[in-house]
C-alpha cells in the first residue's frame, strides 16, 4: 500500500485494550476539530469532530476530549481491533480561516493480536 | 456508492509534460479540496473551492491550477510539473465545507505522482 510517512509517532497496543492517541494545536482561533482515520492505500476515513464548545464528545467506541486552556486534543480508542490499525490524524479549522483545514503529522497505531 | 474518484491511481510523468489529475464526486457536495501528503510534512492543502466557478488558495497551491465547471468535478492541473511535485495527491469532498459540523470531508484513494 502507500506509505503516508516516515518516522510518525507509533503507539502499539494489545488488542482489546484501550488506545489513546494525542494531538497538540498551536491556534487559539481553532474552533472546530476532526480526528481521521488512514489504512494503507486509502485516503483518510472521518472518525469524529468537535466543537471548541465542548470538552468531550462520544461515538461508537470513539471518545474525543477537548482541553482548550492547554490545546490538546485526544482521540481514546476503547477495546481495540486489528482494524484499527491506521494512521490517525488529528485537523483543525480556525473560526477566521474560511474553509482551510490544517492536518496534524500522524500517529500509527499498531494492534498486536 | 457515495464516493470521491480520483484518476489515475499512478502517474509516472517528467519535467514540463503538462499533467491532469481528474476528480469527480457523485454526492452533490459544495466544497472539493486537494491536498499533498508528503512524508514528514503531513498533508497540505493545495486548491479549494466552495462551489462552481469559486476556487481559493490553500496553503502550497504555487505549481498547481484547479477549474470547477461542474459541481461533481474538481481537476487538479500541473502545467509544468517538477521533481518537488512528486507526491500523494488526495482530493476530498463535503457538503458545506470544513468549518461546518456534520459536514465532514469524504476523500478519494490517492494518486501516486512521480515526476522525474
Known amino acids: 500500500g502507500e506509505s503516508v510517512g516516515l518516522h510518525l509517532p507509533t503507539l502499539s497496543v494489545q488488542e482489546g485494550d484501550n488506545s489513546i492517541i494525542n494531538c497538540a494545536y498551536s491556534n487559539s482561533a481553532s474552533d472546530y476539530f476532526i480526528w481521521y482515520k488512514q489504512e494503507s492505500g486509502k485516503g483518510p476515513q472521518f472518525i469524529i469532530d468537535?466543537?471548541?464548545?465542548?470538552d468531550k464528545r462520544q461515538g461508537q467506541r470513539v471518545t474525543v476530549l477537548l482541553n482548550k486552556t492547554v490545546k490538546h486534543l485526544s482521540l481514546q480508542i476503547a477495546a481495540t481491533q486489528p482494524g484499527d490499525s491506521a494512521v490517525y490524524f488529528c485537523?483543525?479549522?480556525?473560526?477566521?480561516?474560511?474553509?482551510?483545514?490544517?492536518f496534524g503529522g500522524g500517529t500509527r497505531l499498531m494492534v498486536k493480536p | 456508492e457515495a464516493q470521491v474518484t480520483q484518476n489515475p491511481r499512478y502517474l509516472i510523468t517528467v519535467t514540463g509534460k503538462k499533467l491532469t489529475v481528474t476528480c469527480s464526486q457523485n454526492?452533490?457536495?459544495?466544497?472539493m479540496s486537494w491536498y499533498r501528503q508528503d512524508p514528514g510534512l503531513g498533508l497540505r492543502q493545495i486548491y479549494y473551492?466552495?462551489?462552481?466557478?469559486?476556487?481559493d488558495k490553500g496553503d502550497v497551491p504555487e505549481g498547481y491550477k484547479v477549474s470547477r465547471k461542474e459541481k461533481r468535478n474538481f481537476p487538479l492541473i500541473l502545467e509544468s510539473p517538477s521533481p518537488n511535485q512528486t507526491s500523494l495527491y488526495f482530493c476530498?469532498?463535503?457538503?458545506?465545507?470544513?468549518?461546518?459540523?456534520?459536514?465532514?470531508?469524504?476523500f478519494g484513494n490517492g494518486t501516486r505522482l512521480t515526476v522525474t
Open positions: 473551492s466552495m462551489n462552481v466557478e469559486v476556487t
Open positions: 468537535i466543537r471548541s464548545n465542548m
Open positions: 454526492m452533490n457536495h459544495e466544497y
Open positions: 476530498a469532498s463535503s457538503r458545506r465545507g470544513v468549518s461546518s459540523y456534520n459536514s465532514p470531508l469524504h
Open positions: 485537523a483543525e479549522t480556525p473560526n477566521n480561516a474560511g474553509n482551510m483545514l490544517t
